[in-house]
Each structure stands twice: as structure tokens, then as C-alpha cells.
């Protein structure tokens, strides 16, 4: 009698983190490398971000994948935005990464929701039904899950929130249970303005307890659907009107570099997402997709894709790119300088209006 080997179990060696939550996708990222540096050691990290430009990115990830420094044999691979880069590069890193040992790990790193009609998101797929490879997806938080997020984030900066302050909070930073949606049936909110705001009141509470008024008087609310006025000021090339929008969101901040930043963020936040969508539905429109395929795709309602489909036709796929790396561009400096954020947001305003005049 013929004795059956069982079959084999694949352990997860290819991961990928993605979403509209890009903090809690860099802590995830953050965690693992931690994680790994004190198993492993340092030198067998290796980070390739293909944001920033490489004459061979396939020969760089291929080495990354075979050589872990001295004294290295287990190694951990991260890339970052592959899932940005053309159709063709996506199917190169996934053909390579299907040679990859047990000792090795690979990380796929995206700071937005990946395309799940892509072909090698189907890939991904694939490969995490055999056990090979996990995806993971990281939502704002939003209701109860926003509440524990505060809570949790608050606790890690010893910062003492009473129960109503908490309520407050969550309500001011947009998470409230009777916020009115903006056009775009989406959080105007992100994480990283919930940290800010966090962390602005820890260091104002010095280790007291905060409450209902501190939150009040300190958090600034969130933006709101004046982001569709400000893209269409932008789109028509209205500078003054575009100047104006900007000014009426930058006023919900209470005045300090902190809290302006704050604020910026979520701006900055707001406009990326608006961008993003609409070099979804361009692209898509150009490669002779139907407006209704796509909206299903990406779970819009009717009324989002009425409303992307007007601000659709004052926008080029080029101009719309250029725009997204110049609000990444901007989203680093308000994490990593003391620029004033207004500035970064006119000088963003002004280049991309004549950008657009000069298509």
C-alpha cells in the first residue's frame, strides 16, 4: 500500500502592507524591522524605495535578495511603492520574488490601498491562499475602533484623557457618530494628525489629566468638504479663489506651528486622496474602462463618481501625477521641518496651476 506524503506547508516569507492608514502601515513596517534587528542584527536589512529614482531596479532587488551583508544569512527586503510603478516592473519583482528562500522575508510596502483588479495583486492573492504570502489592509479608524486608537496612542505618551475629553476628541478629530460625510463619503481625518493632535496635548498636560475644556480649547477641528472647492479652484486655475479655500481650512487651526501643521496634514491628507482617485479614473477612462466598471471597483457611490467625473475633465494624468509627488514632498517636510505649513501649501498651489496652464 502506497504510503501518501502530506502535503507541504509554505510558510509566509512575502507580505504585503497596504491601505489608507499609512501610519499604522509604517508601524506595522516599523515593528517587523524592529523584530527582526534583535533576532538577526542590522545587516541583513535592506530598503529599496522605488519613489526615488534607480537605473536597474530589478538588478538592485536581486542582489538585496542574495546578499545580506557580512555575516548575514537571513535577510529581510522591504519595497516600497512597487505597486505605484508601471504593470510591467510589478510582474518583474513578483517573478523574482517567487525564487525566494526560506531565509529570506519580503516586505511590499504601500502608504495607499493597492488596485485590487491588478494582476499581481492577484498574485499576491495566490500566494497567500497556498500560505506563502500574507496581505494585510489598514483602514482609518473610524466609530468604536477610532476611540480605542486614541486610547491606546494616548496611553503610550502617558497622556491622562478623562472620559469626556476622550468623547471630545474623537469628536473633534472626526470621528463623531454624527459627523456629516464630505463629498467624497470618506474620513477627512488621518492618523497622523490624530498623533499630532495627541501628542500636542501630552506635552501641554505635563502628566496631568486632561479634560473636556483642554480638548476644546487646544484641538482644532478637522477638514471638511471645502477640499472639493479648493480641487476645483485648483483644476479651473483660479489662484486667488484656490488661496482663498486654502486660507478658510487653515483657519480651523487655533494659530501655533503645531496646531497649523496639524491641520496641514489633514489638508495635504485630503487633496492626496482626492488626486489619487482621479489618476484612477483617468487612467482608467484613457485605457477604455467604463466609469461604472471602475466606481464598483473601488467601492465609490454615485455620487462620489458624479463628482470625480466633473473635476476629471480640468485635469491631465501628468499634471495629476506631478501633483501627488508634490504633496509627498509635503507630507515629509511637515513631518521632518519647522517650515511654515501655509507656505508649503501656496507654493504647492501656485506650481500646480501653472503646471496645468502649461499643458
Not at 492608514?21 to 523584530?35: F, G, I, L, P, R
Not at 537571513?74 to 510603478?85: E, G, K, M
Not at 496611553?155 to 459627523?179: C, F, M, N, T, Y
Not at 490624530?194 to 480649547?217: D, N, Q, T
Amino acid at each position: 500500500m502506497a504510503i501518501r506524503k502530506k502535503p507541504s506547508v509554505q510558510s509566509e516569507h512575502i507580505f504585503l502592507f497596504h491601505g489608507e492608514d499609512d501610519y499604522q502601515t509604517q508601524a506595522k513596517v516599523s515593528a517587523w524591522t524592529e523584530a527582526f534587528r534583535r533576532k538577526h542584527g542590522q545587516n541583513g536589512i535592506v530598503t529599496l524605495d522605488l519613489r526615488d529614482s534607480s537605473d536597474d531596479p530589478i538588478r538592485a532587488f536581486e542582489a538585496a535578495l542574495s546578499s545580506g551583508g557580512l555575516f548575514a544569512t537571513t535577510r529581510l527586503v522591504i519595497v516600497r511603492s512597487l505597486f505605484q510603478q508601471k504593470a510591467d516592473l510589478q510582474e518583474q519583482f513578483l517573478g523574482v520574488s517567487e525564487s525566494v528562500g526560506s531565509d529570506v522575508f519580503v516586505i511590499f510596502w504601500e502608504s495607499d490601498p493597492v488596485r485590487k483588479n491588478l494582476k499581481s495583486y492577484k498574485k499576491l492573492v495566490g500566494w497567500q491562499k497556498s500560505g506563502r504570502a500574507r496581505i494585510e489592509e489598514f483602514t482609518l479608524p473610524q466609530g468604536t475602533a477610532l476611540t480605542g486608537f486614541i486610547t491606546k496612542e494616548a496611553g503610550k505618551r502617558s497622556l491622562k484623557l478623562s472620559v469626556e475629553a476622550l468623547h471630545a476628541l474623537v469628536e473633534r478629530v472626526g470621528g463623531g457618530p454624527d459627523q456629516l460625510r464630505s463629498w467624497s463619503e470618506a474620513p477627512s481625518y488621518n492618523s497622523w494628525q490624530i498623533i499630532s493632535e495627541i501628542e500636542k496635548l501630552a506635552a501641554y498636560s505635563s502628566g496631568k489629566p486632561i479634560g473636556e475644556a483642554e480638548v476644546a480649547a487646544l484641538v482644532g477641528r478637522t477638514v471638511d468638504e471645502n477640499i472639493f472647492s479648493l480641487t476645483e479652484a485648483i483644476g479651473v486655475k483660479d489662484l486667488p479663489r484656490s488661496l482663498h479655500k486654502l486660507d478658510e481650512l487653515l483657519e480651523a487651526s487655533a494659530g501655533s506651528l503645531q496646531e497649523e501643521k496639524s491641520q496641514a496634514l489633514a489638508i495635504v491628507g485630503a487633496l492626496a486622496s482626492q488626486f489619487s482617485s482621479l489618476l484612477i479614473l483617468r487612467s482608467s477612462v484613457d485605457s477604455g474602462e467604463s466609469q461604472a466598471k471602475i466606481a464598483s471597483q473601488m467601492n465609490w457611490s454615485p455620487w462620489r463618481l458624479r463628482s470625480l467625473s466633473r473635476l476629471m475633465r480640468y485635469y491631465s494624468e501628468a499634471v495629476l501625477q506631478e501633483s501627488l509627488k508634490g504633496l509627498l514632498a509635503i507630507d515629509k517636510k511637515l513631518k521632518s521641518t519647522a517650515l511654515p505649513p501655509s507656505s508649503l501649501l501656496a507654493d504647492f498651489l501656485l506650481n500646480t496651476i501653472n503646471r496645468a496652464a502649461q499643458q
